[in-house]
């Protein structure tokens, strides 16, 4: 018997089947074995040696493959193709040596990029060793991200109350993210007008802009205000037209390279509008099989790589389909052949592609779910576009010239664009990163020189210059990649990590920083600079890189790197936190105190004479304050920096927002220890004064003395119901928005809705309510799944404490961040199996003891 490892059980089913009896092919679901995390399980004194620990909760699948190994004849480590990969079948390999049941058994390594029945007994026919370098790089990158984790987060935890860790990667991608954030606070828009003519050549019109003025070169910012455009505006409608040059310019538009991860991730979140995490979820299910036709098929190659390359036989089933589905003409004469750029030669593997081209995505639609079957819709077409013919272009670029009464030229052109051949285009065309405009995707009339022109009309519009856009998930990955940092493996995990330590939000696609975020980067910017350069880091990954390539040691990179940090560490740990957080007020001033239009002291404060701002180290977390407290309790929240008048700032924990005109009390916004809220008046004689929360979501800043009365005046009644002759009423409640009546709680979508909701709108939802078992309470489903083999019917729930999967005797919490739509059943049965290996679920009730007869 032969004993098989792989990663996930999905992919040791599969590949069981391809190779039969022969062979015992077991999953390690992962690593098995990880750093512990305390203190010393890296030692720099002792040459960086390292401490690995098992999993508790992979022990028992420890021992079952320990179990077979030593039964078997022979032993293959079949993991993933890539760093990581090589480093679970290194930790398989060492615990297997350590237990004593190798002893002289053959252990030979096998990597496939493709789970199909070919490429598994290809690999098998031709195995190697581990590869020592590639081991050595993860054993590096391991170690580095221990020593700044655990050496330099318990400094953030001492110094910035409320920061939670740093990271290698991390901490440079959040201040990518937070330098953004800065660059829109600073930037000043400019003034601009574009001057553009309305032409017609024999009764087609069309748009020309103007581009000189009497010699003067227009440029973008050239006219800068609305007199200069007048001007010109006025001489132009005075002026004749004629064409001065016509130039048609043959132009080809090539085909986009196959995916790499990070160019799918990128392009997945353009187009289908998946986060990096989803996207390499729904690929691992791709490539691990998915079954079509009672035969479980993996329907992509690996989806860890660098690589852009594609094998010949795929380049030729590829020509095939195009040959068939398209015709000839959108075949090029020879194959499309890509290079990869990737410095780190050991993972540029193979192309992200269809292991099958001729499985159309409309063959195996059903077998997937909906963001499977999109995700392999994109691969495919990707794919087969690259090998297809370019596009053939027409660009006609038209000079024209206008002549005014007093003899001054003026110059315009016109820029169109005439598709002769779409080519790949007809398959597939990469989505853009914004929406801007291109003024040459227009068409033009046919027009000769010295020809003469209408003019139809004149126009002056007014600009003003943008600042740069948020980073989405694509782009900041596109960022990262082009400064170096990290690698398109590891993109998904990271982005991750920055949410789920709530360091940034995500907002309409958008990446925006979290005040924790800004100060986190402020501290580190302030006392471990050199840490967070996007140089330094880049070159970091360099030396990894190299490390793999077997050009250098890796323990003389970890000596090398230490030997600063350690100095840098012990610096800083004996800073006061006084000495921090003065630090962070001069790093944060710009965005925690904004210039006044009016050139005041930004930082006085408003509520007493002589005061001062600053940021003040919170129980919770950081705040702004003033110098004179105790005799001032002036404090505003991080999240609004404020203008001094006290508009947007908490005076003594509270900001008056106006008078209640029913009953003549004050309103106040406040904030307790759940949050802010809202109060009528004071407590007489002390009676609770009414109070209301504010909804989840909603900026305590944008609350003005309108939306507070609405919030007051919760709950309001909806009418009285038409069977029960009850009333329902609608309410904000501890878990959002709802509609009640007679004991049952419906949810509504939005805490605006409990303003607007009507009668027939709330009968329905407590009927439907009632229909899914409307006791108070129960889990509303989000998503079913449908019925599992091992757990029966399988269902998405909205909980208490989050979404969750169960099968009405297991439940088992989405990981954090986890897109409650997008889960999938293998995801689920995966989540059910976990929770049920711990002793989750309904446990069967024991008989009692009888008691024993008394001597």
């Known amino acids: ?308 390359e594609i094998v010949p036989e795929a380049i030729n089933a590829a020509r095939g389909v195009i040959a068939q589905d398209y015709g000839d003409r959108y075949l090029p004469a020879s194959p499309r052949i890509y290079k990869t750029k990737a410095k780190n030669a050991q993972e540029a593997h193979e192309a992200i592609r269809p292991t099958d081209l001729n499985r159309r995505p409309a063959d195996v ?75 040459e995707d227009r068409r033009l009339p046919a027009m000769k020189d010295g020809e003469s022109l209408d003019l139809e009309k004149i126009s002056a519009t007014q600009h003003f210059t943008e600042p740069p856009p948020r980073f989405t998930e694509a782009t900041l990955i596109k960022r990262l990649e082009e400064l170096g940092i990290g690698r398109p493996s590891t993109y998904a995990a990271t982005l991750k990590v920055l949410g789920d330590r709530e360091y940034v939000r995500l907002d309409k696609r958008r990446l925006i920083p979290e005040p924790k975020g800004r100060i986190v980067t402020a501290f580190l910017e302030g006392f471990f600079k050199r840490y967070v350069e996007y140089d330094f880091t880049a070159s970091l990954e360099e030396k990894l890189d190299r490390i793999s390539n077997g050009e250098i040691g890796w323990r003389d990179v970890l000596r090398e790197f230490w030997r600063d940090f350690a100095t840098e560490i012990e610096a800083t740990s004996e800073l006061k936190t006084s000495e921090v957080f003065e630090a962070l007020n001069d790093i944060l001033g710009p965005y925690v105190f904004p210039p006044k239009e009016d050139g005041s002291d930004a930082r006085a404060c408003p509520s007493c004479e002589g005061g001062r701002l600053s940021i003040k180290r919170g129980k919770n977390g950081p705040f702004i304050g003033c110098s004179n407290y105790p005799d001032c309790r002036y404090t505003r929240d991080l999240t609004t920096p404020g203008d001094g008048d006290g508009a947007e700032a908490l005076v003594n924990g509270q900001r008056v927002l106006g008078v209640d005109p029913e009953t003549n009390q004050e309103v106040s916004l406040r904030t307790g220890r ?123 729930k909205a909980g208490r404490y989050g979404p969750y999967v169960t099968n009405g005797k297991i439940n088992a919490t989405l990981p954090k961040g986890t897109d409650p739509e997008g889960v999938t059943m293998e995801l689920a049965a995966e989540l059910l199996a976990a929770k049920a290996e711990k002793g989750g679920g309904k446990k069967p009730k024991r008989a009692k003891k009888k008691a024993s007869p008394k001597s």
């Open 674 to 796: 759940f949050g802010p809220y809202v109060q009528l008046g004071e407590a007489p004689d002390g009676e609770k004064p009414k109070r209301a929360s504010l909804p989840k979501g909603v900026d305590a800043a944008s609350v003005d003395l309108e939306r507070a009365l609405s919030y007051l005046s919760l709950p309001r009644e909806v009418g009285i119901h038409p069977e029960s002759g009850k009333p329902i009423t609608a309410g904000i409640g501890r878990y959002g928005p709802f509609v009640l009546h007679d004991g049952t709680y419906a949810n509504l979508e939005s805490a605006d809705e409990v303003f607007t909701v009507g009668l027939n709108r709330a009968v329905t939802l407590i009927a439907e309510k009632q229909q899914r078992g409307g006791r108070r309470g129960a889990a509303a489903t989000i998503k079913a799944l449908g019925d599992n083999a091992d757990f029966g019917a399988v269902e998405v």
């Open 365 to 439: 639609r059903r077998a997937l779910d909906e963001d499977q079957a999109r995700l392999y819709e994109l691969i495919w077409k990707r794919t087969l576009a690259s090998q297809m013919e370019s596009a053939e272009l027409e660009r006609t670029t038209v000079d024209i010239e206008a002549t005014a009464p007093d003899g001054k030229r003026y110059g315009l052109r016109a820029v169109g664009t005439v598709q002769r051949f779409d080519g790949f285009l007809t398959l597939y065309q990469e989505t853009a990163d914004d929406d801007s405009d291109n003024e």
């Open 1 to 308: 018997m032969q004993v098989v490892i792989v990663e996930s059980p999905a992919k040791a089913k599969t590949i069981n089947k391809y190779l039969g009896g022969d062979y015992h092919v077991l999953a390690s679901f992962g690593h098995i074995r990880d750093l512990p995390s305390k203190d010393g399980s890296v030692q720099p004194d002792q040459d960086f040696e390292m401490t690995w620990e098992v999993d508790p909760k992979k022990s028992k699948q420890v021992s079952e493959i320990a179990s077979a190994v030593k039964s078997a004849d022979r032993v293959i480590l079949a993991t993933d193709p890539d760093r990581e990969g090589e480093a679970i079948s290194w930790h398989v390999l060492e615990v297997l040596r350590r237990r004593g049941v190798l002893k002289d058994k053959p252990v030979d390594r096998v990597v496939f990029n493709a789970v199909t029945k070919q490429a598994v007994l290809d690999a098998i026919a031709h195995p190697r060793e581990i590869d020592g370098p590639l081991v050595e790089a993860y054993l590096a990158r391991r170690a580095l991200d221990y020593l700044v984790g655990f050496t330099l987060s318990p400094v953030l935890w001492r110094k910035v109350p409320g920061a939670r860790s740093a990271g290698r990667v991390q901490s440079v991608a959040l201040r990518i993210v937070c330098d953004r954030e800065a660059e829109i606070e600073s930037f000043v828009p400019r003034e601009y007008w574009t001057v553009i003519a309305g032409l017609n050549s024999q009764g087609n019109a069309f748009d020309a802009r103007l581009v000189t003025a009497d010699g003067k070169k227009i440029e973008r910012l050239t006219i800068g205000t609305g007199a200069e455009a007048e001007a010109l505006k006025a001489a132009l409608e005075q002026s004749g037209y004629a064409v001065r040059s016509v130039e048609k310019k043959p132009v080809k538009r090539h085909p986009y390279a196959p995916f790499t991860t990070s160019t799918l991730q990128q392009e997945a979140s353009r187009k289908l509008g998946f986060t990096a995490d989803r996207t390499m979820r729904t690929a691992q299910r791709l490539y691990e099989g998915i079954n079509l036709g009672g035969e479980t098929v993996g329907l992509i190659t690996y989806m860890r790589t660098d690589g852009v």
